[in-house]
């Protein structure tokens, strides 16, 4: 019996995704702020960005202690946390700076781990706060209880892409991602696509 070996780089065995992913040039710099929970979960989305994405930046949350880098970028006055509150600003806002200079920090999590994140660490909490209007529903349904609104990181990131920079370029990330979450559910099924 022939048992087929799972790709080395994206785990899967029977659906690997690794030749559509494609080769995303953007000006914006990202930081993804992964909750420790979230590095052994195979439903990340947040581990697909760092495969497309040209600058995006991975830090492990830790509760007392701030990541070292974020707490030292060189404009503490542009980095922003894209997280939806009550005095969160659109992210269209930043339109009006270069967005080269926006560093975007994105909570790597589920949304009950993300507000926890936030709640327990006074240096992001006090980091401006900007949210995205979400252009389409999600289609993220690999996880349980998930909010009608809520986006995945994969998507969220997608949708700053679009307000920020380029449209065409969300388009090819969120095609993208549709064949991605049909490998995915293949590959959880056991099931070639």
């Known amino acids: 019996m022939k048992t087929e ?15 559509a992913i494609p080769s995303i040039t953007s000006q914006l710099n990202f930081t993804l702020l992964t909750h420790p929970n979230e590095r052994s979960r195979a439903t990340n989305t947040g581990a697909i ?15 007392q202690i701030p990541s070292e880098k974020l707490v030292t970028l060189p404009s503490p006055q542009q980095a922003v946390v894209l997280y939806p509150s009550d005095n969160s600003t659109e992210i269209s806002t930043l339109c009006d700076q270069d967005v080269s200079q926006a560093h975007i920090i994105v909570l ?15 240096w992001l909490n006090a980091l401006p706060k900007v949210h995205v209007a ?14 009608a609104g809520n986006l995945c990181t994969f998507e969220v990131v997608s949708e700053v892409i679009a307000v920020l920079e380029s449209q065409q370029t969300a388009l090819r990330m969120q095609e993208f991602f549709a064949h991605y979450l049909a490998n995915f559910q293949a590959e959880r099924s056991g099931h070639q696509r």
Do not use: H, I
Request: aromatic share 10%.
């Open 5 to 19: 070996m799972a790709c080395r780089k994206c785990g899967f065995q029977y659906n690997c995704y690794c030749d």
């Open 108 to 122: 790597d999590a589920t949304w009950q781990e993300a507000k926890k994140m936030l709640l327990r660490s006074p």
């Open 49 to 63: 960005l760092t495969r497309l994405l040209s600058n995006v930046d991975v830090e492990l949350w830790a509760r």
């Open 134 to 147: 979400a252009s389409q529903t999600s289609q993220y349904q690999l996880r349980r209880n998930q909010q």
